[in-house]
């Protein structure tokens, strides 16, 4: 392999880039998307709506279903 070689040369650019770039996409899946997955989860294990969300919910259900026709205003 060309990552182990001792004669630096013989290694490509393109190769050094492609391993790079599979080092940083391997921090990111095993370090980021596993706190995003546990925030997520503590997020919804104590996820609770506020005090006016059914009286909003019930208020908007009530608009979305009015008529909406041109010319309302006059």
Do not use: C, G
Not at 8 to 30: D, F, G, K, Q, V
Not at 63 to 74: G, L, Q, R, T
């Amino acid at each position: 392999m060309f990552a182990r070689s001792a004669y630096s040369p013989a290694m490509p650019l393109a190769r050094t880039t492609m391993i790079t770039e599979n080092h940083l996409t391997n921090i990111l899946a095993e370090q980021l998307i596993s706190d995003f997955d546990l925030k997520l989860a503590q997020y919804n294990a104590v996820r609770n709506f506020p005090f006016w969300w059914q009286a909003f919910k019930k208020d908007w259900n009530k608009v979305m279903s009015a008529n909406i026709a041109p010319n309302m205003d006059e």
